[in-house]
């Protein structure tokens, strides 16, 4: 291709192309290919003389008109007259299918991976052709979708090669290596491998995943990878990629990643929390600088992340620096040596090949475009810690022990891993194992041998130390014992893992793991969806169950969904007046109220007039009422007169007013000193309770099971969030919005601007689902979405302060923070 032939082709093309947005200004972005000369591009690396190989997808559901070819192209892009414009293509290899991801290997040759293998491909000739081709690792699997079999792929400073595997629909798989060695699975979700150059010696890195699409080495040898789908639990995540790391998706356990055996952010004992979250669909993580650059295939946009220290790992700040429309979809990353980051875009969000593709081009607007910042930072001391317990093979047992209770995840499961690599595994005594944390880490290292080599233990050996884990005092060793017997399937602990539910002090959180793994083991699967049938049947049974404690019912009923059709309305009620413990009637209440329909209306306001029951529970009641206020004012009436109890009087005026704002007596938002000043007495938490279901808190935010999702669960944050802070966020919504719970602006082609959270894809995924300030869910067409973007403002409301009594206030806080 001529210069001048090169030159008119861009203009043309860019003429028709509406570039994305800059959100930052120091930036600008150009068009380097386009369709015809380039379609459905996934991957791309940079060669050792700075040309760019790009892969053209043909084969990722080619619909069955397709002209394409019936195997996927890899084409290289050179600068034909050295002026930094990378002008001509040519063809470097064909032949592939669903091929995900290439990488240099720094020898003259290419990593390339599709969904079922991982080749090298090789110009001996040096005619800028591959005429070269080995299979370094094959994927035995029956699974063929295309992308969630073998797809992340990097170099790693320690010359290994680094592999992600997607969850495969769970299917069994065999990963085999040149050499014969493999890791075999099946239903533990993604995973990220390694083997050498030559493709042997395969060894697991890490599990949890759900698909590790992209990874990374940043300049401090850290491993970072990108997933690219959560299904039910968004967002995706960005991870911070340590060995024997259990980022805790499994697909055994469904799909929707909801289980009570999976964890998504570390919460499950043994397990590590993401880094931060991402965009929808993260197809690639890249280093540049100081920043880690994630692609977001379904938010169209990519994203900067700065790092900040948190302790042995990091999180991030994120900002978008590219947000393009619906038909800006970037996939991968290379970044050149001169500091310009190429991307490339599928453009339309249909999966099947379209022939439609583009590659940009990002760089610095200053003269000095080149510089690309400075390194990410070096490695703190607590990753030196952690580092010497993974790694040395002269620190003491000892050493290591008091690694597994350091407060920090990432140096536990350092000192973990150490256990295993030293081999000190096998001579640790469970005796020795003095602290629940311990005993966690030795059950969690027993696991990950037996999953990285299934010969290492034997059934007998595995059972001795379920049981042994089931019969700890502690919930956390309890728990993850409960796991790994459950995803082993072990029917023979079946029995003692269902006379758990004997135990009077099991919390909440034990309860669900041992109702969910009895409803595994019993059926041999769990549900794919948010719901799983199997586990409502045994909580409905167990709900019904008069022989059972109070306790666990009550805990029974707060796992049942609101939309499930049992129990009744008729039967919660009847339950309810056969035992009126309180928990156990707190319970039912919310139950009816999470319903909302008139049945259990009814329901509510015959409790609320019962004199039978406690005026706590009458008054939880009476609350439930609040969205359908006026057709229970007689009621609500009644209750605030004032020969009625304080606890009915109080619940039903709060009721009543709703106009709290316009006392003037208030100070100015900005005086946090004074509103403390105003709630400085303690608060009541059953009244603090019933204002956070009554008013706008429910409508996005989760607690005790009941709720929205869309906000943060609010469960977690008794004893672990002061007074102080837990006001000064309602006082000032905006002022800390995590990056999960980003709002969007949505401009549509005839002109309204909508603000809300993304929630997910309705019906075909034809459309998207947002919820706004006021709770409410609407959908917007994907073919009305003229423009989408991030903003700052969080959509939680200001001026909730408004909406409520300052004793309103006062009680919801200290519901809250568990006063």
């Known amino acids: 291709m001529t210069r001048l032939f090169a030159l008119l082709l861009f203009a043309s093309t ?36 700075g040309s760019l190989l790009v892969i053209e997808c043909h084969t990722h559901f080619p619909p069955d008109d397709y002209v394409g070819p019936k195997t996927d192209r890899i084409y290289r892009f050179d600068d034909s007259d050295g002026d930094g414009v990378l002008d001509r293509r040519t063809l470097f290899y064909e032949g592939g299918i669903a091929t995900m991801n290439i990488v240099n290997l720094g020898d003259g040759s290419f990593a390339v991976a599709t969904r079922s293998d991982v080749v090298r491909l090789r110009d001996t000739d040096g005619d800028k052709v591959a005429d070269e081709r080995s299979v370094l690792l094959t994927h035995k699997t029956d699974a063929v979708y295309p992308h969630n079999g073998l797809a992340g792929l990097t170099r790693g400073p320690d010359g290994w090669l680094y592999v992600g595997q997607g969850e495969n629909f769970g299917e069994p798989y065999e ?20 083997c050498k150059m030559d493709g042997s010696d395969v060894q697991r890195v890490a599990t949890g995943f759900w698909n590790p699409f992209g990874l990374c080495f940043d300049s401090a040898r850290r491993l970072w990878g990108v997933g690219n789908d959560p299904d039910a639990m968004p967002p995706n995540r960005l991870m911070h990629i340590v060995p024997c790391g259990d980022y805790g998706f499994q697909f055994r356990f469904g799909r929707a990643g909801v289980h009570p055996l999976q964890a998504w952010d570390g919460e499950f004992p043994g397990t590590l929390p993401m880094t931060a979250g991402t ?9 540049h600088g100081e920043h880690l650059w994630v692609t977001s295939w379904g938010d169209n946009r990519i994203e900067r992340h700065s790092l900040v220290q948190r302790g042995a790992t990091w999180g991030t700040t994120v900002e978008t620096v590219v947000q393009g429309d619906a038909n800006f979809r970037p996939v991968a990353m290379a970044v050149a040596a001169d500091g310009a980051i190429y991307v490339t875009d599928w453009v339309d969000r249909s999966y099947p090949v379209h022939g439609k593709g583009r590659l940009w081009r990002v760089v610095r607007q200053t003269d000095d475009a080149n510089v690309t910042g400075g390194d990410v930072p070096a490695l703190t001391d607590a990753e030196k810690l952690a580092a010497t317990l993974r790694e040395d093979g002269t620190l003491a047992i000892d050493r290591r022990l008091q690694g597994l209770d350091n407060a920090d995840p990432f140096v536990r499961q350092s000192a973990t891993f150490g256990l295993v690599q030293t081999d000190q595994l096998k001579s640790l005594r469970r005796e020795q194992a003095t602290t629940a944390g311990q005993r966690v880490a030795l059950l969690t290292a027993w696991r990950w041998k037996e999953l990285v080599a299934p010969s290492s233990l034997s059934a007998d050996e595995r059972r001795v130390l379920i049981e042994w884990g089931l019969g700890d005092e502690s919930d956390a060793v309890r728990l993850a ?41 019993e059926t041999g699967s769990a549900s794919r969806r948010s719901r799983d049938p199997a586990i409502e049947k045994l909580l409905i049974e167990f709900a019904g169950n008069s022989n059972a404690s109070p306790k666990l019912r009550a805990m029974a009923i707060r796992r049942i969904p609101e939309v499930s059709e049992t129990p009744t309305d008729q ?10 413990d309180r928990d156990f009637a707190k319970e039912i209440v919310r139950l009816l109220a999470a319903r909302d329909g008139k049945a259990s209306l009814d329901q509510l306001a015959s409790i609320a007039a019962d004199e039978r029951f406690d005026l706590q529970t009458r008054a939880d009641a009476l609350a439930g009422l609040s969205r359908n206020a006026g057709s229970y004012a007689t009621l609500i009436n009644r209750a605030s007169l004032p020969k009625q109890p304080e606890t009915l009087r109080v619940e039903a005026r709060r009721m009543q007013k709703r106009n709290w704002g316009a006392d003037e007596s208030r100070p100015d938002k900005d005086d946090l000193e004074a509103w403390m000043a105003l709630i400085a007495d303690r608060g009541n938490v059953d009244a603090g309770r019933r204002v956070f279901f009554r008013t706008t808190c429910v409508n996005c935010h989760r607690h005790s099971g009941r709720g929205a999702q869309t906000g943060p669960d609010l469960t977690t944050l008794s004893g672990n969030m002061t007074k102080r802070r837990v006001l000064d966020s309602i006082l000032h919504p905006s002022k800390e919005v995590g990056p999960l719970y980003v709002p969007w602006k949505i401009l549509t082609t005839d002109g309204n601007v909508l603000t809300g959270l993304k929630l997910d894809r309705a019906g075909a995924g034809n459309s998207m689902r947002f919820q706004g300030a006021d709770g409410e869910v609407f959908e917007v067409p994907l073919a009305d979405v003229e423009q989408q973007e991030p903003v700052d403002l969080s959509i939680m409301p200001t001026g909730l302060e408004g909406t409520m009594s300052i004793g309103e206030l006062r009680d919801l806080i200290a519901f809250l923070i568990g006063e």
């Open 571 to 580: 039967q919660l009620r009847q339950w309810l007046d056969d035992q009126s």
């Open 279 to 287: 965009g929808e669909a993260a197809c690639a993580v890249a280093a």
């Open 175 to 194: 990963l085999v290596g040149t050499d014969g060695s493999k890791q075999i699975g099946g239903g533990e979700g993604g995973n990220v491998f390694r």
């Open 14 to 49: 860019a003429a028709a192309v509406e570039p994305p947005r800059l959100l930052d200004p120091n930036l600008q972005i150009e068009l380097i290919a386009s369709e015809p000369d380039l379609v459905t591009p996934t991957g791309c690396c940079f060669d050792d003389d």
């Open 481 to 521: 014992a409960i796991r790994w017997a459950t995803e082993r399937d072990c029917k023979d602990q079946l029995a003692m893992i269902e006379g758990l539910l004997q135990r009077p002090e099991t919390s909440p959180r034990l309860f669900s793991a041992v109702i969910a793994s009895i409803a595994y083991l």
